[in-house]
């Protein structure tokens, strides 16, 4: 089956991105047909400076190549390298009733996180649409909160395929088992909007430093802790071995360790879980001219796609015919 998704180059990804999604994905293309994308119109919507757009987009494609994709097997590009998606995008915009988008978690989530409210902003999920469907895509991995996401993409096939045709296949959403939402260093969710990320391959050094400064309570060194509650240990369950979180936990509940010892043992577990990966990283960083090429070509298999679905999509509703 074909699998679909994208990820914005909003920043260097961090271990929140990792866990929550990257490695599901990367898991995925060993059984399916894999589309994967760096999904740089979506970027757009939050104005950031040409600079930092094309160099955190070769950061994020540089980070899944160096974490394992195979862009042999994995179709993988550059969402702008393909523009038939914005033209569909307008093709699907003109059967998308407005209330549709009004009821949108994501926009009222981003206006109130203080992104300044625009049209791409708000219209961000017909473009969406247009990014599963121009790929004729079966499933589309998300988090359990992302299921509207794909609601929305179903809805809005489903009534161009109900006023013009069959033209796309509806699509389906995979479920990422996922991990529970992982903490970032002050305990809220890790994101880059919130500044508290531990990057996947920033220096060890630093790992450590932002390790060691993880909020956690004030209970005395002598005293039982609860792992539960505790943002050093959801993190150790990333990265440790079940029975040595099986040690931490009871560790944690009979008291006499202190978080510090924690935080020490976190830093060298993190650091050797990516270490293997950091040599890939850090030759696609010196062979920059290498990952455009991949890009290329994975542009070029998935515009191959692309142009048939939107050749298909204009005659249907009467366009260049």
């Known amino acids: 089956m074909r699998v679909l998704s994208g990820i914005q180059p909003s920043g260097r990804l961090h271990v929140g991105n990792y866990f929550g999604a990257m490695r599901q994905h990367l898991e995925l293309q060993a059984e399916h047909e894999g589309f994967y994308f760096i999904a740089d119109y979506h970027a757009l919507t939050s104005n950031p400076s040409p600079e930092a757009l094309a160099r955190h987009t070769l950061d994020v494609a540089m980070d899944y190549i160096a974490l394992g994709l195979d862009t042999e097997k994995t179709v ?40 300044t409210p625009n049209h791409g902003l708000f219209a961000y999920p017909v473009l969406q649409a247009a990014d599963i469907l121009i790929f004729q895509s079966n499933l589309v991995p998300v988090g359990a909160d992302q299921k509207q996401h794909i609601e929305v993409t179903r809805d809005i096939a489903m009534r161009f395929n109900n006023a013009y045709g069959e033209v796309f296949t509806i699509p389906e959403e995979h479920i990422i088992e996922s991990v529970a939402v992982v903490p970032g260093t002050d305990g809220r969710k890790m994101s880059k909007s919130y500044g508290n990320t531990i990057e996947i391959f920033e220096p060890e050094k630093s790992v450590k430093k932002k390790i060691m400064k993880i909020v956690t309570d004030s209970t005395p060194v002598e005293e039982p802790k609860d792992p539960a509650t505790c943002n050093v240990f959801a993190l150790l369950k990333l990265v440790a071995s079940p029975q040595e979180l099986a040690e931490w936990d009871a560790r944690y509940r009979n008291g006499g360790m202190g978080y510090g010892e924690a935080k020490k043992r976190l830093a060298e577990l993190m650091i050797d879980y990516f270490q293997p990966y950091r040599q890939k990283r850090a030759e696609l960083e010196n062979n920059a001219g290498d990952v455009r090429k991949m890009l290329e070509r994975g542009a070029a298999r998935a515009k191959a796609v692309a142009a048939q679905t939107l050749i298909e999509a204009r005659r249907a509703v009467g366009l260049g015919a």
């Open 76 to 115: 993988f590009w550059r969402q702008s390298d393909v523009p038939e998606v914005t033209e569909l995008t307008w093709l699907l915009s003109c059967v998308t009733p407005l209330g549709l988008l009004q009821r949108c978690v994501s926009y009222k989530d981003k206006v109130a996180q203080g992104l």
